[in-house]
């Protein structure tokens, strides 16, 4: 990671939030939800004293700070998975726009954003154009990019409201290695081909290999006898089923 994306990784500090915590939540989740409140209720805190509030959402317009918004934007999954495993809404739009998987990535809870993917969130969902992608890649945090883009997000020609993609940020803001893994995975076309694409690298010069040995380049290995075997002398679908297995930086 470059110094610009170790400086953009870092968790936006609210001092409002720290006045409340994850088993707070969850004990007014349970009492709200055991007397017939909606999982999609609107959080409330109290800046001053530190209590919350819990409100039915309202009918008309996107609800500000819902529940699993509130927990996605603080890391707490213990409180996501509750909420999410009795059916709170996993695109109920809260501040800024944001839905709780741009609200985890915005504040670099990497654990907060897999429990969200692990649960079916769309992943390329945004209100106004500015997705998840869009989010990470702005504060420069690679390994959410990473994250993302390995659990299928297809959003980097997707421009934000102001016509910007993710590739632009990366760009103005000097963050060189999420640039680079966003256009070879662009170019790719998906994560499965950019991470296949050093496999198939392989079976490529495997078919090449006779006619490099009769230019006098690629002579047999003495050394490794097995090696030689291997890639020479297997078949194609043993050899294919062999470097399935085999691992390189692209494979998360």
Not at 125 to 133: E, F, K, V
Not at 180 to 196: I, K, P, Q, T
Request: aromatic share 8%; hydrophobic share 40%; glycine share 8%.
């Amino acid at each position: 990671m470059s110094a610009a994306e170790a400086e953009g990784a870092g968790t936006f500090d609210n001092p409002r939030r720290r006045a409340f915590n994850e088993r707070a939540l969850l004990d007014r989740a349970r009492e709200y939800h055991a007397s017939g409140g909606h999982l999609d209720a609107m959080v409330w805190l109290n800046t001053e004293g530190g209590t919350l509030r819990i409100e039915p959402p309202e009918p008309l317009g996107p609800q500000p700070n819902t529940m699993l918004w509130f927990a996605a934007c603080e890391g707490w999954c213990a409180a996501m998975k509750w909420l999410i495993d009795r059916g709170a809404d996993l695109h109920a739009c809260g501040h800024l726009d944001h839905f709780p998987l741009s609200a985890a990535v915005v504040n670099n809870h990497r654990d907060a954003a897999v429990v969200l993917l692990d649960a079916g969130v769309r992943i390329d969902d945004s209100p106004r154009g500015r997705t998840a992608l869009h989010t990470a890649t702005l504060h420069g945090n690679y390994e959410l990019v990473r994250l993302l883009l390995s659990r299928g997000a297809s959003s980097w020609d997707v421009r934000d409201p102001v016509g910007e993609v993710p590739e632009t940020y990366a760009r103005r803001y000097g963050y060189t290695k999420t640039l680079n893994l966003l256009v070879a995975v662009r170019e790719a076309g998906s994560w499965r081909s950019y991470v296949d694409a050093p496999r198939l690298e392989l079976h490529a010069l495997r078919r090449e290999l006779s006619s490099l040995r009769k230019g006098g380049r690629a002579p047999p290995s003495s050394t490794y006898p097995l090696h030689e075997r291997l890639f020479v002398q297997a078949p194609d679908d043993i050899f294919t089923h062999t470097i399935a297995f085999w691992r390189d930086d692209r494979d998360y």
